[in-house]
T-cell receptor
Framework: RKEVEQDPGPFNVPEGATVAFNCTYS??????FFWYRQDCRKEPKLLMSVYSSGNEDGRFTAQLNRASQYISLLIRDSKLSDSATYLCVPAHGSGNTGKLIFGQGTTLQVKP | EAQVTQNPRYLITVTGKKLTVTCSQN?????MSWYRQDPGLGLRQIYYSMNVEVTDKGDVPEGYKVSRKEKRNFPLILESPSPNQTSLYFC?????????FGPGTRLTVL
């Protein structure tokens, strides 16, 4: 079993749609959680951290369910510029000693 | 501008010809790492370094070497490249788990 499981997609949605991605992780020792965004052939960039209480950043909402070991990302009012691959990233340890485990990513295509 | 740079960005080489991919960061980060990204396998960590002269193996270290003689530089060395090392390579530096990635090096080994 992979340590991080994501539906690779692609998710094809129209502009303005709301879309949600889920991710499950197997290591219950994971302490920190992140979503990274990767545009085609480019480097991944941090989109947002995921807190236990859930957190929101504009149109993006991240949720963590430790009991079920899954993380979600909700994107509201999708824009063409949201088209990218979204990587779910749990981390073992904390601070600078943390090891990030990258999921394979979920691809989103937002259509006009 | 805070950044991680890698060179070269693209490289085509032949089996067995030693090569080095350089990585440099200007953010004074202690933690640096190398990843490779392959279709269907995602990003996998090759080596990481928690500080100068401190390096350790990641998940897929075979066939690679690294060194960390200065805080800002973390080169990746392939002593004898093989075709299965054809991949997209990313260097990253981090502080408190946020990783800043370089632009990537696309390596093809023939």
């Amino acid at each position: 079993r992979k340590e991080v499981e994501q539906d690779p997609g692609p998710f094809n949605v129209p502009e303005g749609a709301t879309v949600a991605f889920n991710c499950t992780y197997s290591n219950s020792a994971s302490q920190s959680f992140f979503w990274y965004r990767q545009d085609c052939r480019k480097e991944p960039k941090l989109l947002m951290s995921v807190y236990s209480s859930g957190n929101e950043d504009g149109r993006f909402t991240a949720q963590l369910n430790r009991a079920s070991q899954y993380i979600s990302l909700l994107i509201r009012d999708s824009k063409l510029s949201d088209s990218a691959t979204y990587l779910c990233v749990p981390a073992h340890g904390s601070g600078n000693t943390g090891k990030l485990i990258f999921g394979q990513g979920t691809t989103l295509q937002v259509k006009p | 501008e805070a950044q991680v740079t890698q060179n070269p960005r693209y490289l085509i080489t032949v089996t067995g010809k030693k090569l080095t991919v350089t990585c440099s960061q200007n953010m004074n980060h202690e933690y640096m790492s190398w990843y490779r990204q392959d279709p269907g396998l995602g990003l996998r960590q090759i080596y990481y370094s928690m500080n100068v002269e401190v390096t350790d193996k990641g998940d897929v270290p075979e066939g690679y070497k690294v060194s960390r003689k200065e805080k800002r530089n973390f080169p990746l060395i392939l002593e004898s490249p093989s075709p299965n090392q054809t991949s997209l390579y990313f260097c990253a530096s981090s502080r408190y788990n946020e990783q800043f990635f370089g632009p990537g090096t696309r390596l093809t080994v023939l």
